[in-house]
C-alpha cells in the first residue's frame, strides 16, 4: 500500500493546530445528475440507512436514484442562490468567521478549514490542505449540536478511512456535541428572543429537528434524548411554560416508523386545536438549507396555513450570527485547552535530531 506524504515536509518545523469544522453536504448544482451523485453517496452510507447491504444496494439503484434526484433536484433549484447552496455559503461564511477570531488569538499557529461530509470540498482534500500547512494537531468540529450515529458518527468515519491512508497522523481530537452547551443555548434563545420582539408571541413554539428511524433509538442513539434536552434548556432560558412549546421531528424517509411527533402532521393538526399563530425553530441545524428552507418555511407553513392557521413565522438558524461564530469559537477553545503550537525550541531540537540521524 502506497501512505501519502507530504509533499512540502520538512523535519523541525513549527507543527500547526487544525481546525476542521464538518457539515453534512450539498450537490455541486441543482441538477439530476448533480443530485443522483450526491444522493448516491449519501443514501450508500451504511449509518444512515442501516439496511442489509446487498439489499439496499438493489433497492437504491434500482428505485431511489432512478427517480429521487429529479425531484430533489427541483426543490434544491428552489433555494439555489448565485453563490450556491445556502448550506454551503453559510459554512463558508462560519469558517471565515471563526479563522478571523482564532487568527486575532492564536496568529499564524491555528489553521481554520472545513468540509461537507458528502460532496464537495471532501473530508480528504480539506485534511489535505490542512497537513499541507504544517497542522500536527486536528481538532474535527462536525456541525451537529445533537449527536447522532448517521451525523456525527459518519463523520468520524469519513475522517478514519482518510487517515488509513496517511503515512503521518496527526493528534486528533473531536467534538461529537454541544447540545446542552450554554452558549449555543443561550444563542438559540436570544435567537427567538429577537424574531418574537418583531413578530410577536405565537400560541405556540415548536422545535424541530431532522428524524432517524426510531429503531435507532431503541438501539442506544442518544439523538432523541439531546434534542428533547436542547428543547428544555432553551424553553427554561426562555422561561416558556410546557403548553408554549413542543418538540417535533421532521425529514422522514421510506415506510418504517421514525422519530415522534412528526412535524407536517402536527403542523397540520394544530390549528384544530386552537393554534392559529405559530413559530417554528430548528436547533438541530447550524446553517440554513433545504430542510429548513424548503421544507419548513414553504412546505409546512402551507400545511398549517391550509389547515386553518393564520400567521405562521419560521425563526431562521444561527448561521454565520456574530452570536453564533462567538460560541463555535468558544466550543473550540475549550477542546484546544493544552494544546499549544509546538515551540520553536521544540522544532529546532526535533530537526537538529533528525540531522544527527542522518548523518550516522
Given at each position: 500500500m502506497k501512505y501519502l506524504g507530504r509533499t512540502n515536509f520538512q523535519h523541525g518545523e513549527r507543527g500547526k493546530i487544525g481546525v476542521l469544522l464538518l457539515n453534512l453536504g450539498?450537490?455541486?448544482a441543482p441538477t439530476t445528475p448533480a443530485l443522483r451523485r450526491y444522493l448516491g453517496q449519501f443514501l450508500a452510507d451504511p449509518r444512515v440507512v442501516e439496511v442489509p447491504r446487498l439489499l439496499w444496494r438493489v433497492i437504491l439503484h434500482g428505485v431511489i436514484l432512478?427517480?429521487?434526484?429529479?425531484?430533489?433536484?427541483?426543490?434544491?433549484?428552489?433555494?439555489?442562490?448565485?453563490?450556491?447552496?445556502p448550506l454551503l455559503t453559510h459554512t463558508k461564511a462560519q469558517t471565515a468567521g471563526v479563522r478571523a477570531t482564532l487568527e486575532a488569538k492564536w496568529g499564524?499557529?491555528?489553521?481554520?478549514?472545513?468540509?461537507?461530509?458528502?460532496g464537495n470540498p471532501s473530508?480528504?482534500?480539506?485534511?489535505?490542505?490542512?497537513l499541507e500547512k504544517g497542522v500536527r494537531k486536528l481538532l474535527v468540529f462536525p456541525l451537529?449540536?445533537?449527536y447522532s450515529g448517521s451525523t456525527t458518527a459518519s463523520t468520524f468515519d469519513a475522517v478514519a478511512e482518510d487517515f488509513r491512508s496517511r503515512r503521518w497522523l496527526p493528534d486528533l481530537r473531536f467534538i461529537s456535541h454541544y447540545h446542552d452547551h450554554q452558549g449555543y443555548i443561550k444563542a438559540?434563545?436570544?435567537s427567538i428572543r429577537a424574531h418574537q420582539a418583531e413578530h410577536g408571541i405565537p400560541d405556540k413554539l415548536v422545535f424541530s429537528y431532522h428524524g432517524v428511524p426510531k429503531r435507532y433509538l431503541l438501539r442506544g442513539d442518544p439523538y432523541h434524548c439531546e434534542c428533547y434536552k436542547t428543547t428544555r434548556l432553551v424553553a427554561?432560558?426562555?422561561?416558556?411554560?410546557?403548553?408554549?412549546?413542543?418538540?417535533?421531528?421532521?425529514?422522514?424517509?421510506?415506510?418504517?416508523?421514525?422519530?415522534?411527533?412528526?412535524?407536517?402532521?402536527t403542523l397540520k393538526a394544530l390549528p384544530g386545536q386552537g393554534v392559529k399563530s405559530l413559530q417554528v425553530v430548528c436547533p438541530g441545524f447550524s446553517s440554513d438549507c433545504l430542510e429548513t428552507i424548503e421544507e419548513i418555511d414553504e412546505e409546512n407553513r402551507e400545511y398549517f396555513?391550509?389547515?386553518?392557521?393564520?400567521?405562521?413565522?419560521?425563526?431562521?438558524?444561527?448561521?454565520?450570527?456574530?452570536?453564533?461564530?462567538?460560541?463555535?469559537?468558544?466550543?473550540?477553545?475549550?477542546?484546544?485547552?493544552?494544546?499549544?503550537?509546538?515551540?520553536?525550541?521544540?522544532?529546532?531540537?526535533?530537526?537538529?535530531?533528525?540531522?544527527?540521524?542522518?548523518?550516522?
Open positions: 450539498t450537490p455541486d432512478r427517480i429521487r434526484p429529479a425531484r430533489s433536484a427541483k426543490a434544491y433549484a428552489s433555494v439555489w442562490t448565485n453563490d450556491g447552496s499564524a499557529d491555528v489553521e481554520v478549514d472545513f468540509a461537507m461530509r458528502y473530508v480528504s482534500s480539506a485534511i489535505e490542505r490542512l451537529y449540536p445533537q438559540v434563545a436570544n427554561e432560558e426562555l422561561g416558556l411554560s410546557k403548553e408554549q412549546y413542543m418538540t417535533t421531528f421532521q425529514s422522514r424517509f421510506g415506510r418504517e416508523e421514525w422519530l415522534t411527533p412528526y412535524t407536517d402532521e396555513m391550509e389547515a386553518g392557521g393564520e400567521q405562521f413565522s419560521y425563526i431562521e438558524c444561527l448561521n454565520a450570527s456574530e452570536p453564533h461564530i462567538e460560541v463555535l469559537t468558544e466550543i473550540i477553545e475549550e477542546n484546544l485547552q493544552g494544546w499549544p503550537a509546538d515551540t520553536a525550541e521544540a522544532a529546532a531540537k526535533s530537526a537538529d535530531e533528525a540531522r544527527k540521524q542522518t548523518e550516522k
